[in-house]
């Protein structure tokens, strides 16, 4: 790319985090519980968006603020005891930190997850040395990224044009264009790439590629 960025801001679930996968088995074990149809992958990442609430809606969960809230507790239980021991990064993940470091770039995690999960998972999976920062959000509905991202723009040391973002949904570049910086979108995650490419940013389908999209 012709713009050289000086920081990353990085998505972690489906963007570095290989969740996507177990997200759609645990909806899954969710729908079975209701007696439910289970959906596909494809499904999963034609139709999967914030807020959260309408894609359970478009299930067929019931909806209501306490429906919402009891399949969103049961949603993070059944995820949490599984994804420390199932899931895993993207392939070469910390090798791409580490390169990306080497051509000047700092790192920092924007996430809707949970700022104890974040911590805990970026820890568990041994990157946190790469990163300035994290930043995840203090509810479990997925809600607030983009106020922590204007909150995470405004601590950085850089303007908002030496920055991008790098995500996997359409949120994602929602939240780059609330900040104001530029976007790149990961294929690998919980969107199918059509609708990313949608956007209008480049979209990428691996780490690998995105490296040579900044090298």
């Known amino acids: 790319m ?3 960025y000086k ?39 034609q139709n999967f968006g914030f807020p959260v609430i309408h ?24 995820y949490e005891a599984r994804w420390l021991e199932e899931a895993s990064l993207h392939p070469e993940t910390a090798q791409i930190l580490a390169q990306l470091s080497e051509y000047g770039h700092t790192h920092s995690v924007l ?24 930043m995840g959000t203090d509810n479990i509905y997925a809600q607030g990224k983009v106020g922590q991202g204007k909150r995470w723009i405004e601590q950085l040391d850089w303007k908002p044009e030496e920055v991008v973002l790098v995500g996997d949904t359409l949120h994602d570049f929602e939240v780059a264009e609330a900040i104001g910086t530029n976007c790149i979108l ?29 090298g």
């Not at 990085?10 to 439910?36: H, I, K, M, P």
């Not at 809230?69 to 993070?76: C, P």
């Not at 990961?186 to 900044?214: C, D, F, Y």
């Open 2 to 4: 012709e713009r050289q």
């Open 111 to 134: 996430s809707a997850a949970k700022q104890e999960a974040l911590e805990f998972g970026i820890e568990h999976f041994g990157i946190r040395a790469h990163f300035t920062g994290l």
């Open 186 to 214: 990961m294929a690998h995650g919980h969107h199918a790439p059509e609708r990313l490419a949608r956007t209008g940013a480049p979209v990428v389908h691996s780490l690998q590629e995105l490296v040579k999209l900044l």
């Open 55 to 78: 894609f359970y809606d478009y299930l067929g969960f019931d909806t209501d603020n306490d429906s919402f809230e009891k399949v969103s507790h049961e949603f993070i239980s059944d």
């Open 7 to 45: 920081h990353i801001i990085w998505d972690w679930n489906g963007t570095l985090l290989n969740d996507t996968w177990l997200c759609v088995e645990v909806l899954n074990g969710l729908l079975a519980r209701r007696d439910r149809e289970p959906i596909t992958e494809a499904i999963y990442r």
